[in-house]
């Protein structure tokens, strides 16, 4: 039996002018883990995402993926090997989906199979039709963007980083651009990936679903992890003061009702 893969980022430390964002994060993430990052508006969650796949250089930092360790500060300007390596390992689904306007759905996912795995049309086509039949999108597949609610945007953005087969998905508010009726689509997406044991990192203000669907989760506060543990630790039993008085003020220290 293969030896499960553990992604170890240490020190990572990013700050705006003046305003320090990520104060020193120590996390280890395990295969399999889909870890739930909760915390106020402004506090890191999505510029540590921004990092780990090297959109923003931190100040200090490293992540380990497997046997292949990376100097995340520096990994722009003196490794570009590593980051294309981190990349193809790390796979990002973003707000407002970064789709190409001018291709279709079966395209979009598509083009990273040839520009970057090099893949030829034909196996690039198969792979890419499989992706979208899996969000549900095959019946869209030669639709262009414009033509798509955004539910269907964001499902042919997650088919198309499926398609690359990274070892750990970033996802960076996924429903937050989408219109409420559309947000269940995505969320049960999401939470189809999380059943089928995709390693994911997940940003979201839907809580309640990180809750069900989240093995792990930590709350970021002024760019320190405040709170690790089980979504029922955090979100029933929170060690810390702060995490109590955050989720008071959400109302989300009492069972929810939201099911999908």
């Known amino acids: 039996m293969a030896e499960k893969q553990r992604f170890v980022i240490k020190d990572l430390k990013k ?119 899996r969000v549900g999108m095959t019946q869209w597949a030669n639709h262009y963007p414009k033509h798509l609610s955004g539910g269907q945007q964001q499902r042919v953005a997650i088919a198309r980083v499926l398609a690359m087969k990274p070892d750990l998905i970033l996802m960076d508010e996924p429903t937050s651009a989408l219109d409420p009726e559309l947000v269940g689509e995505v969320l049960e997406t999401i939470k189809q990936l999380a059943e089928e044991g995709h390693t994911m990192i997940l940003v979201s203000h839907e809580m309640a679903f990180i809750r069900k669907v989240a093995t792990r989760c930590i709350f970021l506060d002024h760019g320190k992890i405040v709170e690790d543990g089980t979504p029922k630790e955090v979100f029933t039993a929170p060690t810390q003061e702060r995490t109590r008085d955050f989720l008071k003020k959400m109302s989300l220290l009492e069972e929810p009702d939201y099911v999908i």
């Not at 707000?95 to 030829?120: H, P, W, Y």
């Open 15 to 133: 700050k705006f002018n003046n305003n320090i964002v990520l104060d020193g994060i120590d996390l280890t993430i395990n295969e399999g883990d889909v870890l739930g990052v909760i915390g106020p508006s402004g506090t890191g969650k999505s510029t540590l995402l921004r990092c780990i796949n090297q959109l923003e250089v931190p100040e200090s930092g490293s992540i380990e993926i497997g046997e292949s360790q990376i100097d995340l500060s520096n990994a722009k300007k003196s490794n570009l090997k590593n980051v294309t390596q981190l990349r193809q390992r790390t796979g990002m689904v973003f707000q407002r989906f970064n789709l190409f306007q001018k291709k279709t759905a079966l395209e979009n996912v598509m083009e990273g199979l040839i520009t970057v795995q090099k893949k030829s049309k034909d196996e690039a086509r198969k792979i890419a039709l499989k992706e979208l039949d």
